[in-house]
């Protein structure tokens, strides 16, 4: 017995050192790798950064864009020739370079404020990085050139100018050499530790071995050129890389660190995106060569000859007064964990292994009845649970159907198509509630010779959202009968008068809430060919000839506890026509959370959306607008109530 503990314990010893000395050699090659890893981005950031801010500063020069648009101009020309040069001052390597667009003059300054000029042609090779440029890069793009005959490398920042309509007109930019800086960071002497950096493909830009770096710039065809992968022979250290390459840029991770094998050699890797050059930055250490095992030896041999000498010491006497006794109890133990509950162990001693079997003996008596308690107390609560979840799903049944047939009565109040088709040549209705009840609401009606047109915005969406709307529908219906048809800001300020009134917004109690609506109101008359639009919080739209033109609305909305009583909505009269088309929309469009890091959709996207389609039927129009908000939403839930419409005489 002595013997098999002893063995037992020098081999859990040896075990438990090697593990924590293990995964203490792990954590120190983690921590290497990631502070590498940090201080590698860090030196190629200070170098960079600053570059490509002041190339985009000059790519948004509006003199050199002026110059770019009437190239001929004498005047621009010596005024744009002198703003450059104060750019050249300012870059790190003294040196510019400009390529316009419209008559494909290429102007560069090296370290000289005289610049040279040349012609660009697409049929030559040297200048076919331009018509690359041109084509598919949208801001700016960094391209590395690698001499290997004078072994100096150098990256070009080629960034995009645009005109005011965002069109291409040309390129503008400056090159750094980074000859020494990669060689610090990739050639830094230190044993075991290798940097490499990559592309966003993976290619190798920057090696401790030159070779590859010199292949892959006199390289021109991409898929001859070697990537990280190459190097990685193990599939599964390959996958590890290619994962990681591919999650920095989309989960905004600093350092993703993780094991790889490369060489035949155990490894810690640590990768960090460069994202302002669109580069990986990687660091390899070698874990043997961080902290060895051998560091810890005698640290595990003074262990184990520690461990022999105490189970000599004291093993012999407490297996006669310890262990044997205890066996006993281990064994009793066994028995009541498979539901023994009437084995019995001696209680004959008087020492604290009589006083322990004593107290088990008491223990197994009342855990025997305690378990006969407790599986009746469990059988009773199941029954319960049983009942009360069958109850539960019979009342989310009802709330679900008591739901579905408030959509159904609350889409009967919708205008029918019928009555679009009367007012309006060409029409749309882009509607997308949030929940299956919708906040939101779009009210069409004729009265007196002339066509309303409402979108309304209620408070919140859903179930309460859909008693507001069918309250506003109600009101205006009411409003349109008793006060007035051809007057939309008179309609307004009677519904905030009515909302507060029927929703009692001036109390102080407890029970008072507060809601209200934004809405957009028009009154046509085709006839007279004019309308007369008042708004609360929401715009409207016109769209001729290309032209986009945004009609607002009063600040003041309907309804809401802070909007006065007397406040008197603004009529904004507007002349139609059979070639304009006229939208509106709640906020729940401008407002979809989206992109990469879930900003609104917003304003300027919405109007360059409707340019953009303008050559569109308007009935085909709601379905490429649901498509790009789908879009710019991604796997994000939708935030609120939308609706869109749009419409022509």
Known sequence: MIAAVFMVSILLLILTLYGVTSKIINDFAVSVATRQVDN????????????????????????????????????LRTSALKQLESYRRLFRDKSYFVAIGSNLRY????????????????????????????????????????????????????????????????????????????????????????????????????????????KNALERDEQKKTAIFGLLKDADSAEKMKRALDNLPKEHMKVATFPLHI??????????????????????????????FNNFLPIILVSVL????????????????????????????????IGNYSVTVPTDRHDEIGDLSKSFSRMADTVQKHTADLENAVRIRTEELTLANSQLEKSQQRIQESIEYASVIQNSILPAE???????????????????????LYWLRECKGRTLLAVVDCTGHGVPGGFMTMTVHSLLNQIIDTVSADDPGRILSELNRQIQQTLNLRQTDDRTVDAGVDIALCSLDSERKSMVFAGAGISLFTLSNGNLKEIPG????????????????????????????????????????GGEKGYSFGNERFNAMLVENAGLPLKEQPERFNGIIAKWRGSRKQRDDITMVGFKL
């Open 554 to 593: 009063d600040r003041q909305r309907v309804g809401y506890r802070s909007s006065h009583l007397d406040y008197s909505y603004t009529n904004k009269s507007i002349g139609l026509d059979r070639e304009t088309v006229y939208y509106t929309a709640s906020d729940g469009f401008f407002d979809e959370g």
């Open 40 to 75: 590698n981005k860090n030196k190629i950031m200070a170098v960079i950064d600053r570059e490509v801010v002041l190339a985009q500063k000059m790519a948004d020069d509006n003199l050199l864009k002026e110059w770019f648009l009437s190239p001929d101009s004498p005047r």
């Open 418 to 440: 019928a009555l679009f088709n009367r007012a309006f040549s060409e029409w749309f209705v882009l509607y997308k509630p949030c929940d299956i009840v919708s906040g939101d």
């Open 263 to 292: 060489s035949g050699n155990s490894s810690i890797a640590a990768v960090s995106y460069l994202p302002q050059i669109g580069w990986f930055n990687i660091v390899l250490v070698d874990v043997s060569h961080v902290l060895g």
């Open 107 to 214: 102007y560069v300054a090296n370290k000289t404020a005289e610049a040279t000029v040349a012609l660009l042609n697409r049929e030559n090779k040297d200048d076919k990085w331009y018509f690359e440029s041109i084509k598919s890069v949208d801001n700016f793009a960094l391209n590395l050139d690698y001499n290997a005959a004078i072994h100096k490398a150098k990256i070009w920042i080629n960034v995009i100018m645009k005109d005011e309509k965002g069109r291409k007109i040309g390129i503008v930019g400056s090159g750094i050499d980074i000859s020494d800086f990669l060689d610090s960071i990739v050639q830094n002497g230190e044993k075991g530790i290798t940097a490499i950096l990559v592309d966003e493909h993976g290619v190798i830009q920057a090696h401790q071995n030159r070779e590859l770096v010199e």
């Open 306 to 337: 520690a461990l022999i000498l105490v189970i000599a010491i004291i093993g012999i006497p407490m297996n006669r007064m310890l262990l044997a006794p205890l066996v006993l109890l281990t064994s009793a133990a066994k028995q009541i964990a």
